[in-house]
């Protein structure tokens, strides 16, 4: 069972903002409650609102609460002790000074205690945090420490450059935890182990078996007032940069033994994946933006005019992407990742469709394998049986299993702030990672960024645009439901 190793100071930068109010208070406290923290710790919010201790940890409870079904009153009364907050800017060393002299005056009296910033903050202010986090002496030898920051990292791979170069010269390498939330989630972990405990599964997963593999994130989901962050960023690097390009190296890595080596394979498959040749690159990707509609039965309008979006916006919330890999086990095999937002329901999937070499009779379909991460996750083989009578004609056969977490279960920012406290990197993205995943999107990013490239409507609460449909026909598939 993981449990933080050591007293520790987690310092939240951004602390009133979405990501702080949505998932990472609530994780924290699923923590004090599954009693992981030790006994001296503290949760140290940062940000510009004026705000006091009292003030701040009615905001975490507020958020807390707002996201638990129910909570322990006394856990959450004692978590909220270990809660302070330091109102500063990000470019005042002196604000930083104040923060490290609270720390220290917090974490007096404790042993090897650990101190990780985690930035939940726009990549305009990184780099004066990241300075700061030095000239304030909030990071300070021989006191271990780790900056936390979330997915895209950078905007570009030269926004990429520029912050990694920063982060290097601020900290040291293994100082420096880039956080993809899909590498805590248990379900897209077991993407690998289910491959490793399963040889079976290792002996279908072969370009001479499959026919294609689908790849789906979709959410009912709009851009929750983050128009600031969305409306630069879009649905492309949002889901792709990094969740769908980890899911699909997770699929494809070469098993091999000890976890010392997972880095290594994961990122090397990353590194196999390429665009596949194609006349033009609107064959290799589609952008769509959702219109008004409806979701949920709710009315919902379209994203041009949600709050603080252009009216003549191009930024895509959809995407589908059609990718290839080089290992010599999928050679071949097309990848057609697809996500969106103000989709019709919330499912993360990965389908694998298996070739089928010849019609056995009325009613057979291709074999096929769904992983399903989210949504009503489970795990399902279609296979075919035989329906009575002399003709062979075929039904559907559903091995299934409904593939939910067992054991120590617990939310991804969670499991993931707990390994950064412990110093443990493996489901932490690389440099390299993040670099090879800006490498091969670049090109499609630059094409998508064009006037003329075509951005496809769709209603809200649809499964995104018509010609998305269109588009995978023309390679004679349809998209897997
Ligand atoms: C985040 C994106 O990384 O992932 C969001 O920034 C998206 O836009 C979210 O909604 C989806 O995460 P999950 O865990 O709900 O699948």
């Known amino acids: 069972m993981i449990a933080s190793s050591s007293p520790f100071s987690f310092i939240l930068f951004g602390a009133s903002g979405h990501l702080a109010t949505l998932k990472i208070y609530p994780a924290l406290y699923v923590l004090a409650l599954k009693k992981r923290f030790p006994k001296e710790y503290a949760i140290v919010g940062y940000a510009r609102t004026e705000m006091d201790d009292a003030s701040f940890r009615k905001l975490v409870e507020q958020s807390i609460r707002a996201s638990m079904p129910e909570v322990t009153e006394k856990v959450l009364e004692e978590f909220l002790t270990h809660v302070f907050y330091q109102q500063g800017q990000y470019d005042s060393e002196a604000d930083f000074s104040t923060l490290a002299k609270k720390l220290t005056a917090i974490e007096k009296g404790w042993k090897d205690t650990v101190r990780v910033a985690y930035l939940s903050i726009p990549p305009s202010v990184f780099p004066q945090v990241l300075h700061n986090l030095n000239a304030g002496q909030v990071r300070t030898d021989p006191v271990p420490f780790r900056c936390i ?264 920012h969670g499991l993931l702030v707990l390994e950064a406290i412990n110093g443990k990197q493996q489901w932490f993205l690389t440099f390299e990672e993040v670099r090879t995943a800006w490498r091969l999107l670049e090109p499609l990013q630059v094409h998508l960024d064009r006037p003329e490239t075509p951005l496809f409507l769709y209603p809200a609460g649809s499964d995104g645009p018509e010609e998305a449909k269109m588009w995978i026909q023309k390679d004679g598939l349809q998209w897997l439901e």
């Open 149 to 412: 920051v979330e997915k895209p990292v950078g905007n570009d791979l030269k926004s990429f450059e520029e912050l990694r170069e920063q982060l290097m010269t601020n900290f040291r390498e293994g100082e420096v935890y880039l956080l993809d939330h899909y590498l805590g989630k248990e379900a897209v972990r077991n993407v690998y182990y289910l491959r490793l405990a399963n040889p079976m599964l290792e002996r279908l997963f072969k370009n001479t078996l499959i026919r294609h593999v689908e790849i789906t994130a979709s959410e009912p989901g709009g851009i929750e007032g983050r128009a600031g962050y969305f409306e630069h960023t879009g649905t492309f690097r949002d889901m792709f940069q990094s969740h769908l390009l980890m899911i699909s190296s997770l699929l494809t890595m070469r098993l091999r033994e000890g976890e010392g080596t997972l880095i290594e394979s994961r990122k090397n498959a990353l590194e196999q994946l390429y665009l596949p040749p194609a006349a033009h690159l609107n064959d290799i990707v589609l952008q769509g933006q959702y219109a008004a509609g409806t979701v949920d039965k709710k009315p919902i309008v379209g994203y041009r005019q949600e709050k603080d979006i252009a009216p003549e916006s191009r930024t895509n919330t959809y995407i589908a992407l059609k990718l290839q890999s080089r290992t010599s086990r999928w050679e071949g095999v097309p990848f057609y990742l697809r996500s969106g937002k103000r989709m019709h329901k919330k499912e993360t999937r990965i389908s694998i469709e298996f070739q089928m070499p010849f019609n056995v009779g009325e009613g057979a379909k291709p074999n096929r394998l769904d992983i399903i991460l989210q949504g009503e996750a489970g795990m399902r083989f279609h296979l075919q049986t035989k329906l009575g009578g002399s003709e062979p004609k075929f039904r559907p056969l559903l091995l299934e299993d409904p593939l939910v977490c067992f054991g120590d279960c617990l939310p991804e």
